[in-house]
């Protein structure tokens, strides 16, 4: 990601670099950056924000579309109002987060808890605003990868275990498939 080959895209302290698929600009300079998935069903596995009403928010599996916004925001200078994955197999879902209020389109795609899931609020996540999530989620990964720096590297596989089918590690006492 970048807007000539000489200019550095810094994220979370790390050089960033990539590709967004798509940015939607209204007249009014608001955007939502998409990122295409090859994928049908995947509200659920793609959520940005928890399903339950917790409070509080942690890192969520996938960051990539609130990384691309925070850094259009940034970079680019336009007022960013979501941030989505477009699911382009079979019944083309999204989700992802977006500003509170703008939740609506989506009305004919989403049902109602699913937009409710998608804007950030203090009772939700302890976040009250769309940049505010960007800006947390940036300072989250800068922690992470701060760790990770450290040589804290936790053996930490995915629920499913998906990493670990193929992984040559035999003897991972941490392996769950
Ligand atoms: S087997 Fe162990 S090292 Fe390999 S992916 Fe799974 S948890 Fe990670």
Not at 1 to 22: F, N, P, Q
Not at 104 to 122: C, G, K, N, W, Y
Not at 138 to 143: G, I, K, P, S
Not at 167 to 176: F, I, L
């Amino acid at each position: 990601m970048g807007t000539s080959a000489s200019e550095r895209v810094v994220y979370a302290g790390c050089s960033l670099d990539g590709k967004v698929d798509r940015i939607d600009v209204d007249d009014r300079g608001r955007a939502i950056v998409i990122d295409y998935k090859d994928k049908s069903s995947l509200f659920d596995d793609y959520a940005l924000l928890p399903a339950e009403v917790t409070g509080t928010y942690a890192l969520p599996k996938r960051v990539q579309a609130l990384i691309y916004a925070k850094v259009v925001r940034d970079l680019l200078g336009y007022e960013v109002v979501g941030a989505v994955y477009l699911g382009t197999r079979g019944n083309i879902q999204l989700s992802g987060a977006i500003r509170d209020g703008y939740a609506d389109v989506f009305d004919e795609t989403l049902t109602s808890a699913q937009r409710a899931r998608m804007s950030p609020s203090v009772e939700r996540c302890g976040i009250d605003t769309f940049d505010g999530l960007l800006d947390r989620t940036e300072e989250l990964v800068a922690e992470r990868i701060a760790r990770l720096r450290a040589g804290e590297i936790p053996v930490a596989p995915d629920e499913a275990g998906k990493a670990c089918v193929h992984c040559p590690v035999v003897e991972c006492e941490g392996r769950r498939s």
